[in-house]
């Protein structure tokens, strides 16, 4: 039985306020490197899980034509009120109302660890293929297996329900440092996400697991060691040329 993991209701306006510092900042910083690695030329580009915008207006502050899907009615009006000229659509989860082979680039970021069954995260990624160009790809941010294991700058898992192996599909609690929320994710494993992926008709080009480093200008803790953050690049599976 899943559970209500994000109260978007009651905390919409501090995610609408949260910025991409401290921890977070690793989630965004190697995006631009990856999509001129693994991208070709960009037309269009969709935010799946868009919350309240931050991640739209990143990337349209990279130059691109991005639009913004989200499951949350309240999040939606969040990111409307902060980018009154963006193009934010409301969705169930899963269904994309856009033609086949729309988008050159999907990105979506911290949407699957809230995702409680694998079957959903697959199907949500075979809607991602049904709309991505056949030479487009999909890049997509969330937590590492080993997020819960770190002392972080701005993301804190100590709680006493984490202090257990973790099973796919098992919920962590953590804390958002900075707005003060109390969050319930759910763990999935680096081969849940590819096995989900693969069933889709994707294929992992890239695994990529940020560090911090000294140019960041962040003190950071365990950041320089090991990863909080994980970044999965998908292309179609019928492509088999690479980079």
């Keep these: 039985m899943s559970i209500k993991t994000h109260d978007y209701e009651k905390h919409a306006g501090e995610y609408a306020e949260l910025e991409m510092q401290g921890t977070q900042y690793l989630a965004f910083r190697d995006i631009p490197m990856l999509i001129r690695e693994y991208a070709g030329s960009i037309a269009s580009v969709l935010d799946y899980g868009c919350g309240a ?19 949350s009615k309240e999040m939606l009006e969040q990111a409307r009120s902060k980018d009154g000229s963006g193009e934010y659509h409301h969705i169930p989860s899963g269904l994309l109302p856009f033609e086949d082979s729309t988008f050159d680039l999907i990105f979506s970021s911290f949407v699957f660890l809230e995702v409680s069954r694998i079957e959903e995260i697959e199907g949500i990624l075979k809607e991602m293929k049904r709309v991505l160009r056949q030479d487009g790809i999909i890049i997509f941010v969330t937590a590492s297996t080993e997020a819960t294991e ?77 990863s909080p953050i994980a970044i999965y690049v998908l292309r179609n599976s019928s492509l088999t040329s690479q980079p």
């Excluded at 991640?55 to 349209?60: G, W």
């Design 53 to 71: 915008g931050r991640s739209t207006r990143f990337l349209k502050r990279l130059g691109f034509n991005a639009v913004g899907v989200d499951v």
């Design 150 to 226: 770190g002392n972080w700058v701005s993301l804190s898992y100590s709680f006493p329900e984490n202090d257990k192996p973790l099973q796919s599909g098992d919920t962590v609690k953590l804390l958002i440092q900075g707005i003060d929320v109390v969050l319930y994710d759910y763990f999935w494993t680096e081969e849940d996400y590819s096995g989900a992926a693969e069933r889709a008709g994707l294929i992992l080009a890239k695994l990529h697991k940020p560090l911090g480093s000294r140019d960041d200008a962040i003190e950071w803790r365990d950041e320089t060691k090991m």
